[in-house]
């Protein structure tokens, strides 16, 4: 295809999760997933809330930050696990009545500590062991410990237990953790006990080979109907990203079309618009949360951000992003934000506008998907950031490979 086509027919259902497909250019793709919080449209990026918070935020300011405001945040089964603990999450009512959150939550599995965590951790193919960087007692991650921990918490997607390696490493070790992530699926969708209130996601593992990618997503396609979606996992490690988009185009080549499709680990503007052109449809990623901390905002402006720390904002009376709806952009100058941030003050405003940012982009996404103009909309998205025809190699091969030329 290469025009904005209606795609009524692509539709799935299960107990906690319904998708349609609304609306492609080629592979993108304008769909809404409701979940038992809650609509989602898509494509979607979602915040990290780590610890059952965003730092620095409460949920009413996370849900103020404008009419795009999230409709998913993250969480990590892990660290909720060692603070509170699943048992004070599930007597509090859930993670939702904790935080005082009324819309979805998805909860990656611990899988990724893995790799973030590796100096503290064991590996069998039994679980995972952890040594707590809080307090230094000893915890068994396995699939079944995952899951349970998962259905305590209550997040409405919950991420299935993967054998995660750095998307750097290469040799039999990839096959090891590709082949385990599949017997672990098994254990996890034996063990998941809440089915009909909670999703759980598979993760396609297999480094950057594509063989390996091929083969665990012709394993998981097995076991298609008790898997409501679908996650791209293994990436965003510092891999080059000529590798990067690659496996991301293969994999959503050969995942199911009516089942969602979620990218993890991804949160740069540009590599969003990319992997919505590949056909993608879920992000995630810290990185507008923690580069607000830095003093850093996102914009649509030459190289994406701006560096409020720096002088040459000092006397700047505008907002960030005049294009921005936020209450940031409406009410605070660039001065006044540079004042703030160079007091290591102002995180909580930067972090407001800049999940602002990222949504506002998804819904520019979503309604160019929708009208048919998305080739336009990224041309003009690329010559924004990149005024002087530097955008990077990968990310034109990349969307020379789905039809757009940049």
């Not at 409020?308 to 992003?321: F, K, N, Q, T």
Request: proline content about 6%; some cysteine.
């Amino acid at each position: 295809m290469s025009e904005s086509l209606p795609v009524t027919e692509i539709s799935s259902d299960s107990p906690a999760l319904s998708f349609r497909v609304l609306k492609t250019w080629n592979k993108a793709r304008r769909s809404i997933i409701q979940l038992p919080h809650g609509r989602c449209d898509t494509p979607m990026f979602m915040p990290v809330g780590t610890q059952g918070t965003i730092k620095g935020l409460t949920s009413e300011q996370i849900e103020s930050v404008g009419p795009d405001g999230p409709s998913i945040i993250l969480g990590n089964t892990y660290f909720l696990s060692l603070r509170p603990g699943a048992d004070k999450v599930a007597a509090l009512g859930g993670v939702h009545e904790m935080m005082n959150w009324r819309r979805n939550i998805l909860t990656d599995s611990g899988g990724f500590q893995m790799v973030s965590l590796l100096d503290l951790a064991e590996f069998s193919e039994e679980g995972v062991r952890f040594t707590s960087p809080v307090d230094g007692t000893s915890m068994l991650l396995s699939p079944e410990k995952s899951i349970g921990l998962q259905n305590q918490i209550g997040s409405d997607i919950m991420m299935a237990l993967d054998d995660v390696v750095s998307s750097t490493t290469t040799g039999p070790r990839v096959e090891e953790a590709m082949e385990r992530t599949v017997r672990w699926l098994d254990r996890c969708l034996a063990a998941h006990s809440r089915p009909s209130e909670q999703n759980l996601f598979a993760i396609v593992q297999g480094g950057l080979d594509a063989d390996l990618r091929r083969r665990c997503v012709a394993e998981f396609l097995k076991r298609d109907a008790q898997i409501p979606g679908y996650a791209i996992g293994g990436l965003s490690g510092g891999e080059d990203k000529n590798h990067f988009w690659r496996v991301v185009h293969l994999c959503t080549d050969l995942l199911p079309p009516n089942k969602p499709r979620y990218v993890m680990g991804v949160g740069y503007p540009l590599d969003l618009v990319v992997c919505v052109a590949l056909g993608a449809d879920m992000f995630d990623c810290v990185y507008p949360c923690r580069t607000a901390r830095f003093g850093t905002a996102l914009a649509d402006v030459p190289g994406g951000v701006v560096p409020l720390r720096s002088d040459r904002y000092a006397r700047v009376e505008g907002p960030i992003d005049p294009g921005c709806p936020c209450r940031v952009c409406t009410e605070y100058s660039c001065a006044r934000l540079h004042q703030l941030a160079c007091r290591e003050g102002g995180a909580e405003l930067l972090t407001i506008h800049n999940i602002a940012y990222q949504m506002h982009l998804m819904r520019r996404v979503r309604d160019a998907i929708t009208d048919g103009s998305f080739p336009s909309f990224v041309q003009r998205f690329v010559a924004t950031l990149y005024p002087e025809g530097t955008c990077p190699g990968w990310a034109r091969d990349a969307l020379a490979a789905v039809g757009i030329d940049v």
